[in-house]
Each structure stands twice: as structure tokens, then as C-alpha cells.
């Protein structure tokens, strides 16, 4: 779409078939990333609070 935020009226907010991601650009480096997942994955079999969780019923 052309304008972010995408406005709040837009119907794409509630089509069935879409999920609204955040506009993210950034290198991945590999190392880093494998380390952020495996402790993301350990957080998450421990049951604690994992950062950038999306909440599905607030919609984002």
C-alpha cells in the first residue's frame, strides 16, 4: 500500500485472507539470528513472555 500506517478504515484490516505485518527493513546476519530464535524457543518451552509476541485479537 502507499500510506503507512495503513489508515485505520482500510478493509484490509479485517479481509480473511490478509495479515498486516509491521514495515521492517534490515540486514540479517546469520550468527545473530540463530542465536535471537534458539532464545526466543527457550523462553517460549519455559513458558516466559516472548518479545515482539503478536497478539491476534488486538490485530497486531
Do not use: C, F, K
Not at 514495515?23 to 513472555?49: C, D, F, K, L, W
Request: net charge negative; no cysteine.
Amino acid at each position: 500500500y502507499s500510506r503507512e500506517p495503513l489508515p485505520a478504515e482500510s478493509p484490509l484490516w479485517a479481509h480473511p485472507r490478509v495479515a498486516m505485518t509491521p514495515h521492517v527493513a534490515a540486514v540479517t546476519r546469520p550468527a545473530e539470528a540463530v542465536a535471537y530464535i534458539s532464545h526466543t524457543i527457550g523462553e517460549m518451552e519455559q513458558g516466559n513472555a516472548v518479545t515482539g509476541h503478536v497478539d491476534r485479537q488486538r490485530g497486531y
